[in-house]
């Protein structure tokens, strides 16, 4: 329930990562701030952290750790000399610690609002102009105003469909009832294998599923550096993931308690049964009557809203962050920074996003991390580049922790040394990136990396060893 007051400097609609981050910024600039959300727990309680906390990265990478886990104790610890018998698993346990970690973690946002004064209302809004906002009261259905001098939209994503594969919840799923199984599918099928489905399969593979992907797109992972992705197939096909390119689904029905999957590729039309089917084909912006019709919020033909270089929409004083606009990936650090951004812009300052330095994370075993360009865009502009490549096979550490599976590649200017792109496929790839991301953000050259002094052994000196093949490429020319 909103406070009495009515008009703010600031009203933030969406509690993400985005939005969160947003109104902070502006409460710690001192602007009178409200953010107004309508998340419920699955005890209906209002909760901070939209969909990447509750239902999205944080909820699969706690469910990952636990498979991690379970999959070691059954696979790979005999290699220390470590024997475990009769090691079972609690699905509804691990569910309930991965719940209980997003319920504290939106027990401290809560209490960093109250630090900063926000008034958090837990209700539907709908911008009804520049200026207004209509809040939906949850319980009562009641309507009434708020007022701001200017409106952050936040609202995040949700998870694409599809007409072929009606989602039902119980058979026929999207990636958030995947995130809540009661027990492991014998036999999986996911639609998809981007990001979120391999991340689902990466969990349920490990925890004992049959899994399929079915990726209707040719290549894998397209949009990374083809390197990498070529390396990341060769290695989750060995670990058992059942990776079917070109495979456009056609149908999805349930029946005696099974999933029948028809679709097709090159060699013709096949049919698989399966006990659970995950539709993770994507996700689009949350702007269904976000905005009233008179408002006259500019969105493009797939729900986007339309921002400029500023994050400012068509309408004067409203901006819109985060996974609602087409300004970079849908990430949760990327709309964390745009949230910042726009706080500091309405304050008077102005510091832009560098989306060209935004790291990108698959949270797979192995994960995949890059930042940059890939090797394939910078060829086809003609740049002139040099590549270095470090594998983990040759990494001290990696071998000691027996995670030797991936590599390190450095691109940088052949002319001029400058770091143009880093990929990483490899574990804990997500932290390595970091100092990739730093290095390009300082402009550093790949010599800079190469005469950074790393711990011996560690993970990050694998990203120096790479540094140094492209300081050896130069020297033998």
Known sequence: MPNKQTHYDVIVIGAGPAGFASAVRCAQLGLKTACVDNWRNKKSQGRLGGAHLNTGGVASMTLLESAKIYYQLNHEIAKHGIHAESISINVPLMIQRKDKIIEDIGHKMADVFAHHKIDHIHAKARLLN???????HLETQAHSLIEGSHIILATGSNPATLSCAPIDNEFIIDSIAALNLKEVPKKLAII?????????ASIWHRLGAETILLEAQENFLSLIDQQISGEAYRIYQHQGLDLRLGARVISAKK???????EYQDQDGTHSLRVDKLIVACGRKPNTGDLAAPEADLLLDDNGYVY???NCRTNLPGVYAIGDLTLLGPMLAHKGIEEGVFVAELIAGIHNPVNYDNLPCVVYSEPEIAWVGQTEQALR????PVKIGIYPLTATVR?????KTEGMIKIIANSENDKILGVHIIGTQ?????????LAMEFSASSEDLARTIHARPTLSEAVHDAALMLKYLSESK
């Open 130 to 136: 520049t200026r207004q906002v209509e809040i939906t």
């Open 192 to 200: 998809g294998a981007g990001v979120v489905g391999l991340e689902l």
């Open 255 to 261: 029946g005696n308690k099974k999933v029948t999957v």
């Open 307 to 309: 921002v400029d270089d």
């Open 380 to 383: 086809a502009t003609g740049e």
């Open 398 to 402: 990696a071998l000691a922790m027996g």
């Open 429 to 437: 790839a997500s932290e390595l990136i970091a100092e990739a991301v």
